[in-house]
């Protein structure tokens, strides 16, 4: 119904329907006629009849209840039946391309008024068509599998590799030459890891954890050592399906010997004529359950070796249920006596550990860019929240120990953005090897940082929302999601501890020998 098709309505023609049977509501100067719906509403009719609320205008009390997507829901929606005379929406949805207004909701760079050292304008149309892409093809879907477990649709995978986003995610380089970016946004050659990180961060604002990792997380990870140590050959073969969507792939390394003890692997694999002959189990495998191919960490006769596994009748995968939505497609895969060719191994025979590990930096920056955006979705709906939420009669932000919480939110998020973008900077001016060598420890300490920053955050935001919290509906569904799923940022990728540890390291091993208080 559009605004030319309303009837209007004065506020005492409204205040004449406020009985059972007759029970008419404003919310944001619509005016709703809810009389049959009363016996439907979740809460009860009660609520609708209650004196403040029947034939009043009830937006306060439903802002206090209801999230504001609740009012464009078709079944909803058709209840409205006019608007009140005089009186105009100041409550409108944001445009699927629009910046939020909250302070802090967005990166500085993205915040009317401040400029950056790192973006330019071609950042700023590239996150313009991806946010737009995200809330109109990406969000809807993943909140629907997020809730049902199920697989994100094919339709969605097309479309992200239509746009070659699939390809996006996994950085600057030759696998890009001669392809349409976004649309055509942007050429190839001006595609650098600050678009890269866009593309992380407008994914990961959906708020939803099992779906982001089931929207082929996997190939992010399983792809770039086939990308970066596969034969030309195997390369033609495998690339150009999985960065269409046609195809998926994962990263087995981790086992139930092996977490960041990369080096425990137990999977097994020996040489028979021209072909690897591969036992052995994986576990927590993200998209193993629908992947085709696997990245496999093996122990060989050599030393540790990094073969491609397409999927076949000795490979079988059982899904594992896990504390979030299954529609990660988080597996258990087992081999059993699997043959694949000598020309699938990726990098030399016996050196599979550094393909592994110069494999972890761009996965470990993936994992805590994604999380930190995540992080600042929470601050603005906290934010957000503690405005519109009345308690003790005022506001929530009037407490002292909510603006508290609030602020160490702040400081959280923004010192992360800092260090971030300055990491990701490095990233443009160094080479594969170089960032291998020289950022291993500041993004092993970032993502410590980043993980353990977040839970603070989350058991935050849960006292801020309270009850709110801990259903997965309503208006603290994402405060739910993230203080469920936000603590798997501190073990995927390598435990956070262990990554402390790793940075510290590394920079002890480059303390000048010279150096004395």
């Given at each position: 119904?559009?605004?030319?098709?309303?009837?209007?309505?004065?506020?005492?023609?409204?205040?004449?329907?406020?009985?059972?049977?007759?029970?008419?509501?404003?919310?944001?100067?619509?005016?709703?006629?809810?009389?049959?719906?009363?016996?439907?509403?979740?809460?009860?009719?009660?609520?609708?009849?209650?004196?403040?609320?029947?034939?009043?205008?009830?937006?306060?009390?439903?802002?206090?209840?209801?999230?504001?997507?609740?009012?464009?829901?078709?079944?909803?929606?058709?209840?409205?039946?006019?608007?009140?005379?005089?009186?105009?929406?100041?409550?409108?949805?944001?445009?699927?391309?629009?910046?939020?207004?909250?302070?802090?909701?967005?990166?500085?760079?993205?915040?009317?008024?401040?400029?950056?050292?790192?973006?330019?304008?071609?950042?700023?149309?590239?996150?313009?068509?991806?946010?737009?892409?995200?809330?109109?093809?990406?969000?809807?879907?993943?909140?629907?599998?997020?809730?049902?477990?199920?697989?994100?649709?094919?339709?969605?995978?097309?479309?992200?590799?239509?746009?070659?986003?699939?390809?996006?995610?996994?950085?600057?380089?030759?696998?890009?030459?001669?392809?349409?970016?976004?649309?055509?946004?942007?050429?190839?050659?001006?595609?650098?890891?600050?678009?890269?990180?866009?593309?992380?961060?407008?994914?990961?604002?959906?708020?939803?954890?099992?779906?982001?990792?089931?929207?082929?997380?996997?190939?992010?990870?399983?792809?770039?050592?086939?990308?970066?140590?596969?034969?030309?050959?195997?390369?033609?073969?495998?690339?150009?399906?999985?960065?269409?969507?046609?195809k998926f792939i994962c990263l087995a390394i981790s086992e139930a010997f092996a977490g960041s003890d990369?080096?425990?692997?137990?999977?097994?694999?020996?040489?028979?004529?021209?072909?690897?002959?591969?036992?052995?189990?994986?576990?927590?495998?993200?998209?193993?359950?629908?992947?085709?191919?696997?990245?496999?960490?093996?122990?060989?006769?050599?030393?540790?070796?990094?073969?491609?596994?397409?999927?076949?009748?000795?490979?079988?995968?059982?899904?594992?249920?896990?504390?979030?939505?299954?529609?990660?497609?988080?597996?258990?895969?087992?081999?059993?006596?699997?043959?694949?060719?000598?020309?699938?191994?990726?990098?030399?025979?016996?050196?599979?550990?550094?393909?592994?590990?110069?494999?972890?930096?761009?996965?470990?920056?993936?994992?805590?860019?994604?999380?930190?955006?995540?992080?600042?979705?929470?601050?603005?709906?906290?934010?957000?929240?503690?405005?519109?939420?009345?308690?003790?009669?005022?506001?929530?932000?009037?407490?002292?120990?909510?603006?508290?919480?609030?602020?160490?939110?702040?400081?959280?998020?923004?010192?992360?953005?800092?260090?971030?973008?300055?990491?990701?900077?490095?990233?443009?001016?160094?080479?594969?090897?170089?960032?291998?060598?020289?950022?291993?420890?500041?993004?092993?300490?970032?993502?410590?940082?980043?993980?353990?920053?977040?839970?603070?955050?989350?058991?935050?935001?849960?006292?801020?929302?309270?009850?709110?919290?801990?259903?997965?509906?309503?208006?603290?569904?994402?405060?739910?999601?993230?203080?469920?799923?936000?603590?798997?940022?501190?073990?995927?990728?390598?435990?956070?501890?262990?990554?402390?540890?790793?940075?510290?390291?590394?920079?002890?091993?480059?303390?000048?020998?010279?150096?004395?208080?």
């Amino acid at each position: 119904m559009t605004s030319k098709q309303l009837k209007e309505f004065t506020l005492e023609e409204v205040s004449e329907h406020n009985k059972e049977g007759d029970v008419w509501i404003i919310v944001d100067s619509r005016v709703y006629d809810v009389s049959k719906f009363a016996n439907l509403h979740p809460g009860g009719a009660a609520v609708l009849l209650a004196d403040p609320i029947a034939g009043k205008d009830a937006t306060d009390a439903f802002f206090g209840l209801h999230r504001q997507e609740v009012l464009y829901r078709p079944q909803y929606a058709r209840l409205q039946i006019g608007a009140v005379k005089g009186q105009e929406p100041q409550i409108k949805p944001l445009a699927p391309d629009a910046i939020s207004q909250v302070p802090y909701a967005e990166p500085t760079w993205l915040t009317p008024g401040f400029s950056s050292p790192y973006h330019n304008e071609n950042h700023r149309r590239f996150q313009k068509a991806m946010r737009k892409l995200v809330n109109e093809v990406v969000l809807p879907d993943a909140i629907r599998c997020e809730e049902n477990g199920k697989r994100i649709s094919q339709e969605v995978v097309d479309k992200l590799g239509e746009t070659n986003i699939i390809g996006m995610r996994l950085g600057p380089g030759k696998h890009l030459k001669g392809k349409t970016l976004l649309g055509g946004v942007i050429k190839p050659e001006e595609f650098d890891h600050f678009h890269e990180l866009i593309i992380n961060t407008e994914l990961a604002r959906c708020g939803t954890r099992g779906s982001m990792d089931g929207l082929v997380a996997g190939g992010v990870i399983g792809l770039p050592p086939v990308l970066n140590f596969g034969a030309p050959e195997l390369q033609a073969k495998i690339v150009p399906d999985v960065l269409a969507g046609k195809k998926f792939i994962c990263l087995a390394i981790s086992e139930a010997f092996a977490g960041s003890d990369v080096g425990g692997m137990q999977t097994y694999a020996h040489k028979d004529g021209n072909e690897w002959v591969i036992s052995g189990t994986k576990k927590w495998i993200t998209n193993g359950t629908f992947a085709d191919y696997f990245t496999v960490g093996c122990r060989t006769e050599s030393g540790y070796t990094v073969i491609l596994v397409p999927r076949s009748d000795g490979v079988s995968t059982k899904p594992m249920k896990t504390a979030y939505s299954a529609t990660a497609g988080t597996a258990f895969v087992m081999f059993d006596k699997v043959r694949v060719p000598l020309s699938n191994t990726l990098g030399k025979e016996g050196k599979g550990m550094s393909v592994i590990l110069s494999n972890f930096n761009h996965e470990r920056w993936m994992i805590l860019s994604m999380g930190l955006s995540t992080h600042r979705l929470i601050v603005e709906e906290c934010l957000k929240w503690s405005n519109q939420r009345q308690a003790f009669g005022k506001p929530l932000s009037s407490q002292a120990v909510i603006r508290s919480k609030l602020a160490q939110m702040v400081a959280r998020v923004e010192s992360a953005q800092s260090w971030l973008e300055n990491v990701t900077h490095q990233m443009n001016n160094m080479s594969y090897a170089e960032q291998s060598e020289k950022l291993a420890g500041s993004i092993a300490l970032l993502k410590q940082y980043v993980s353990s920053t977040g839970r603070a955050t989350a058991q935050d935001a849960a006292q801020i929302f309270g009850g709110r919290s801990v259903t997965q509906s309503g208006m603290g569904k994402l405060i739910e999601n993230y203080h469920r799923t936000s603590p798997y940022d501190a073990i995927l990728g390598g435990a956070e501890d262990v990554l402390g540890d790793l940075g510290v390291r590394q920079a002890l091993r480059k303390m000048p020998r010279n150096s004395r208080l």
